[in-house]
């Protein structure tokens, strides 16, 4: 037997040794599915299969090359360079530039992106003479993507009235001419986008029978990894070229289908079977990956999802400790209690910083994490995006604070001069720039002194430069009297930042919007922060602060190990020792955008157990309680999925709830006269039981309430000077045990000051002596 075979185990074997018909190989996440595609090329090619005969499809082409490496070691590099291997867009990409002058395509095509896809549609827009507000390029582009997708052409978009009506129905009646015209434009420039690589090669297959018969001759086996990501344009590809000898092999799991929103359907895979007559399944069913524990909570979470494919995930792996999760106060509490949770797992277990994992559902997570993990040296690194301060909206904002605290940034200013576009152009800001230059003056002072200066620009541009220095000199007096979060929530309302990136109306576009208000949320929390401790909060100061945590980040060697940040659906193909899965709160995961329907819910279902199944040795779920939504601080719910789980798997690090709140609105002494005092009190019977009826004995053990005090806290008698001693009336009192947002329990030991400027000497378990100013403080008395 080949030696490649023997570390396969009976399942992986099977599936390997099947070298003709359909067949669809259901794995698991970690069941070492690469290795059972991989082996099973080779083994192909061992038994005689020419390399030139075999087609096989990924998804990226890192997932290619590796394979690729893996199959050489077999067989030998020469034989494995022979293989069609790629992604789909690069391997249609090849075959259109052999065959392209069928299509009047000439074979050095220009491959469009989506930037240049949009410059193409804006100029379209503006000779329609058409609204730009309505028809926005980013959105219709999306909108003839979906219809490449679906193979709905130019042709088809006509004769669909239904399409048509939908489009009249959201005032944009123009969309099919918008349509035609780009088509025609792309063609007649030798141009093909993304999109048009898979629609082209459905075009050549299907009007040139000599053609496709030509494929199917050479790829006479054909296996498609991740197949549950295909969309519908690449089914049809795919069924095609397989058709004439169907030996076709689709590898993929349902329950890690994740990518509906850019038009995968599952459906794909669930149907597969019905396809094809004379299906072989092969089930990956054992987890390499996880500990026990990890896999049987994430079995019995997917396992609610109720269209699937019949599997039984298991490993032989080790119990390994149950799923940790925490509750937190705040979101800035979550990213301190992440970072300190990762500082004491790399003391306590002598590891480095590359064997953690932070998953979020949106990118706008990463301030809290980035500023927590920042705070404790912890190096790190974002993966599928810029650092959060690094983020093109939020470098905008922060340039707008910048310049108010410092006009002479000329850096800042350049920035901000035209954004949101106000008609300032390139050659108006070289003319300000050589006048700078001639007067030696900052190139603020230009722009406030535009009249004075001749340099050739017309009234309606000075007009725009002298409204933005006055907006400017406006906000910089404004910036001096109020806090840092109140200004910049000042300029980004007036500057309507939100509203031109909500113009977008591309998922991108509401990213941003997000990460807008997490800044704002920062900020936030920063003057917050800075009241308790009796700091000044300004916006000089928040800047300070800002710059400097950038600093620390550019300090890190490129080599350095380092935390993965990431959203989870970078996350799929990724393994950790150690996995954190944040801000796990409705609205945020399952995400509010995606609740309306059961596929949209059991789509979010799938994309947790792929953040789940990410963890090899410890997962951690957080959940924060309150969470800064645009500079206010707002209650938060735990994920309908914490409940889905089944609790035997979990460990919560802090009660499941929060304790009943007292109402702290009303004083209850108002109702004390109300009722005479020796009024009778009606309780409700308890009924008499075997149970109930028994005494306790002397020195029986008494369940303690989970508000009662601390073992280690010595009550202290009320003092006459600190109020009337009274716990529930909403006032605080010497003695009295309270819960802060962040220092956790603690116990009043002192007070001192009245009305506004009471301030309260706390001794906290964790944090010990705190000076706090009550107004600010936020304290829960517990007791």
């Not at 994740?258 to 995968?264: E, P």
């Not at 997962?619 to 924060?624: E, I, R, V």
């Amino acid at each position: 037997m080949a030696h490649y075979l023997d570390g396969l185990n009976p399942s992986q074997k099977e599936a390997v040794l099947q070298l003709k018909g359909p067949m669809i190989i259901i794995a698991g996440a970690g069941s070492g599915k690469t290795r059972v595609l991989t082996y099973r090329i080779a083994h192909l090619m061992k038994s005689g299969v020419d390399a030139f005969n075999i087609l096989n499809l990924t998804f990226t082409n890192k997932a290619a090359r590796e394979m690729k490496e893996r199959i050489a070691s077999v067989v030998g590099e020469s034989e494995a360079k022979n293989l069609w291997m790629g992604t789909f867009h690069s391997v249609f990409a090849r075959i259109l530039r052999s065959e392209s002058d069928k299509l009047g395509y000439p074979s050095n095509f220009t491959i469009y992106d989506s930037q240049d896809s949009v410059k193409v549609i804006s100029g379209i827009i503006k000779d329609l003479q058409l609204d730009k507000e309505r028809y926005k390029a980013k959105q219709v582009l999306s909108r003839i993507s979906q219809f490449k997708n679906s193979l709905i052409t130019v042709k088809a978009y006509f004769a669909n009235t239904d399409l048509k009506e939908a489009d009249t129905m959201a005032s944009r009646p123009k969309m099919g001419e918008i349509y035609k015209a780009y088509v025609e434009s792309c063609f007649k420039s030798g141009a093909m986008d993304f999109d048009d690589l898979l629609l082209r090669t459905n075009e050549l297959l299907s009007r040139f029978p000599d053609v496709l018969a030509k494929y199917q001759d050479r790829f006479r086996y054909v296996m498609v990894d991740e197949y549950q990501d295909t969309n519908h344009s690449q089914y049809l590809i795919v069924r095609a070229l397989a058709d004439r000898f169907q030996n076709i092999c689709v590898v993929g799991d349902d329950s890690q289908s994740i990518y509906a929103f850019r038009g995968a359907n599952i459906n794909n895979i669930l149907n597969f079977q019905k396809h094809y007559e004379n299906v072989k399944t092969f089930k990956l069913e054992q987890n390499y990956r996880s500990s026990k524990n990890i896999v049987e909570a994430a079995n019995s979470l997917i396992e609610k999802n109720k269209t699937k494919l019949d599997k039984e995930i298991f490993t032989e792996n080790a119990d390994g400790p149950k799923v940790k999760v925490m509750r937190t106060i705040s979101d800035g509490e979550e990213g301190r209690w992440v970072a300190n949770s990762i500082f004491e797992n790399k003391m306590n277990h002598q590891l480095t910083n590359d064997k953690f994992c932070i998953l979020y559902r949106t990118n706008a997570q990463s301030r809290a994490m980035e500023d927590a993990l920042r705070k404790k040296r912890i190096a790190y690194k974002i993966y599928g995006g810029t650092s959060f301060y690094q983020r093109k909206e939020i470098k905008d904002v922060l340039s707008y604070l910048r310049v108010l605290v410092n006009p002479n940034d000329e850096i800042a200013l350049k920035r901000i001069i035209n954004y949101p576009a106000r008609g300032v152009g390139a050659t108006t800001i070289d003319k300000l720039d050589i006048a700078a230059d001639h007067y030696k003056k900052p190139l603020f002072e230009i722009v406030k002194n535009i009249d004075r200066i001749d340099l050739k620009i017309n009234a309606g541009t000075k007009t725009k430069l002298k409204n933005f220095a006055n907006m400017i000199e406006a906000f910089t007096i404004g910036a001096q009297k109020v806090n840092a979060f109140e200004i910049a929530d000042q300029v980004v309302k007036q500057i309507q930042i939100v509203k031109d990136l909500e113009a977008d109306g591309t998922p991108e576009g509401v990213s941003k919007v997000e990460n807008v208000q997490e800044l704002l949320n920062g900020i936030k929390y920063f003057v917050d922060d800075s009241k308790e401790k009796e700091q000044e909060d300004s916006l000089a100061v928040f800047l300070e602060d800002v710059a400097l945590k950038s600093d620390l980040d550019s300090d890190k060697e490129d080599d350095e190990p380092m935390v993965s940040l990431m959203t989870i659906h970078l996350a799929k193909g990724l393994e950790y020792p150690y996995v954190y899965i944040v801000g796990m709160e409705e609205s945020l995961f399952p995400s509010a955008m995606s609740m309306n329907t059961r596929s949209e819910l059991e789509e979010e279902r799938r994309l947790f157990y792929v953040a789940l199944t990410r963890a090899e040795e410890q997962a951690y779920l957080s959940f924060a309680n309150t969470r800064y939504r645009w500079g206010k601080l707002t209650d938060a719910e735990p994920s309908r999925f914490l409940e889905e789980i089944d609790p035997k798997y979990l460990e919560y690090l802090t009660p499941k709830r929060l304790a009943p709140r007292t109402n702290n609105f009303v004083d209850n002494n108002l109702f004390e006269d109300d009722i005479p005092k020796d009024r009778i009190r009606f309780r409700k019977p308890i009924p008499r039981t075997s149970a109930n009826v028994r005494t306790s004995k002397p020195g029986a053990p008494v369940k303690k309430s989970i508000l009662s005090p601390p073992s280690n806290f010595k009550k202290v008698k009320p003092s006459n000077a600190a109020g009337s001693g009274n716990l529930f009336d909403g006032k605080i009192t010497v003695g009295n045990l309270v819960e802060h947002g962040r220092f956790g329990k603690g116990e009043v030991l002192k007070m001192e000051g009245v009305g506004g400027d009471a301030k309260a000497e706390i001794r906290f378990e964790k944090e010990g002596l705190k000076k706090l100013i009550l107004k600010f403080s936020k304290l829960k008395v517990i007791g």
